[in-house]
């Protein structure tokens, strides 16, 4: 143990200088070379040569690139305190797709001129005096089309167990 001290430890301020260039970063810099010291210990019976400052440099090395590797594999270390709420905590999507899904079957079972009525207000935003204008109809029968449309639409959705709060039972209304 006394040869590992007087051969390794002359050896460590330019360990550590090496692994603060190579990570940048002088916290992980001294794990880094704490982790070599171990390996030189539980190693030491494996070295090559009488010199073992280009044997400790290469242990040195091989574990930063390990650890470089690492962390693009994974991303950079946070600790918890300085991550967003939000990278935790995201609204479930599952649940939004499957509506969205079950909207655009009811929007199928619709007919024709009420499904257009429909798309033309809530959809694309469109006036009601807009859609008469692009349907050539009267005002009146766009908004007497439009409410059975949404009378219909919402029958449909609750027939077809979509009985929850979200986006098919909230239609906006533009008059």
């Known amino acids: 143990m006394s040869d590992i001290l007087q051969l390794v430890e002359p050896i460590i301020p330019a360990l550590r ?3 603060r260039g190579l990570l940048k970063d002088a916290t992980a ?29 290469a242990i040195l090395h091989n574990l930063a690139v390990n650890r470089l590797k690492q962390t693009a594999r994974r991303g950079e270390h946070l600790p918890f305190e ?22 655009l079957q009811a929007l199928e079972q619709l007919p024709e001129e009420q499904r257009s009525v429909l798309l033309l207000v809530s959809v694309e935003d469109l ?34 167990g979509q009985t929850k709060q979200g986006p098919a039972t909230h239609l906006r209304r533009i008059k």
Request: charged share 30%; net charge negative.
């Open 127 to 160: 006036s009601y005096s807009q859609t008469a204008e692009v349907l050539v109809i009267p005002i009146g029968t766009v908004m007497s089309r439009l409410s059975r449309a949404r009378e219909r639409l919402r029958q449909i959705l609750e027939s077809s």
């Open 17 to 19: 200088r090496y692994a």
């Open 29 to 57: 810099a001294d794990d880094l070379v704490q982790d070599c010291l171990e390996r030189v210990i539980a190693h030491w019976h494996h070295r090559r040569n009488d010199d073992p400052r280009t044997w400790v440099f």
């Open 82 to 103: 300085k991550v967003e709420e939000s990278a935790f905590a995201r609204q479930p999507t599952q649940e939004d797709s499957l509506m969205g899904r079950d909207i």
